[in-house]
C-alpha cells in the first residue's frame, strides 16, 4: 500500500515551452501532496504544497506563476513549469500523505521526473 | 526553525559490517522523525519512522534506528550490510504542530563494498 506514481519518469524539451508532470497516489486518498525538487547530489527542496481542492502553498522563493500547480481530485496533482529554461533542469519528486491514522504520519514518494531542458 | 545534520557525505562499509548513518536534529517540541534511501534516478523509498512510544524502532531491509531525545539524535543502523544497501540515505525530522513540513538533511551516501 501507500504507492505514489509519476508521470512522465523523464522528458526533454526546447526552452520556452511548457512541461506538466503528474504525480497520482494509486491506493489511497492524498488531500495533501507536496513537490519537490533535488539537484544533482544535493537533498530535497520542498517547492510547494498542493492541497485538494484549494490553491497551492508555495515556499519562499519559488515563483507560483512559473511552477503552477493544480490538485483537482484526490489521487492527482500536477506540477507545470511553465516556459521552461535550462536552469529548471532538475530532478522533480512528489510525496502524499496517507490520511490513513496508522500512516498520517508518513510521506510517501513517487519516483521522481528527470526534467532536461535544451 | 527545524534542522536536521547529516555529518557524513559517505559512508564506506564492508559487506556483512555494521552499518551506521548519523543523523542529529533540532526542532520545537517533540518531533517526529523518518529515514528514507533513495536509489540513483529514483525517488524516496520509506524505512522507517518514530513517532511515539519504543525509542528503537525496526524498519525495512533489516533497518532499525535509536531515537535518543537527550542527545538529538536518530542514527540509522543495520547489524550486517549488504552491497544492495548502497544508495542515498536522507533524515528527516517534522514538528508536531499541524501544517509542519518536513525538513531533510544533506544525506549521506552509503558505500557497501562486497
Known amino acids: 500500500g501507500a504507492v505514489v506514481s509519476q508521470h512522465p519518469s523523464w522528458v526533454i524539451c526546447k526552452s520556452g515551452t511548457s512541461v506538466k508532470i503528474e504525480c497520482r497516489s494509486l491506493?489511497?486518498?492524498?488531500?495533501?501532496m507536496f513537490w519537490y525538487r533535488q539537484f544533482p547530489k544535493q537533498s530535497l527542496m520542498l517547492m510547494a504544497t498542493?492541497?485538494?481542492?484549494?490553491?497551492?502553498?508555495?515556499e519562499q522563493g519559488v515563483e507560483k506563476d512559473k511552477f503552477l500547480i493544480n490538485h483537482a481530485s484526490l489521487t492527482l496533482s500536477t506540477l507545470t513549469v511553465t516556459s521552461a529554461h535550462p536552469e529548471d533542469s532538475s530532478f522533480y519528486i512528489c510525496?502524499?500523505?496517507?490520511?490513513?491514522?496508522?500512516?498520517?504520519?508518513?510521506?510517501?514518494f513517487g519516483p521522481g521526473t528527470r526534467l532536461t531542458v535544451l | 526553525a527545524q534542522s536536521v545534520a547529516q555529518p557524513e557525505d559517505q559512508v564506506n562499509v564492508a559487506e556483512g559490517n555494521p552499518l551506521t548513518v548519523k543523523c542529529t536534529y533540532s526542532?520545537?517540541?517533540?518531533?517526529?522523525l523518518f529515514w528514507y534511501v533513495q536509489y540513483p534516478n529514483r525517488g524516496l523509498q520509506f524505512l522507517l519512522k518514530?513517532?511515539?512510544?519504543?525509542?528503537l524502532v525496526k524498519g525495512s531491509y533489516g533497518f532499525e534506528a535509536e531515537f535518543n531525545k537527550s542527545q538529538t539524535s536518530f542514527h540509522l543502523k543495520k547489524p550486517s550490510a549488504l552491497v544492495s544497501d548502497s544508495a542515498l540515505y536522507f533524515c528527516?525530522?517534522?514538528?508536531?504542530?499541524?501544517?509542519?513540513?518536513?525538513?531533510f538533511g544533506g544525506g549521506t551516501r552509503v558505500l557497501v563494498k562486497p
Open positions: 498542493s492541497n485538494e481542492g484549494s490553491k497551492a502553498t508555495y
Open positions: 510525496s502524499a500523505r496517507d490520511p490513513q491514522p496508522e500512516r498520517t504520519d508518513t510521506q510517501y
Open positions: 526542532v520545537s517540541g517533540n518531533p517526529y
Open positions: 491506493d489511497f486518498q492524498a488531500t495533501t
Open positions: 518514530y513517532i511515539t512510544g519504543d525509542n
Open positions: 528527516a525530522v517534522r514538528g508536531r504542530a499541524a501544517g509542519n513540513k518536513l525538513t
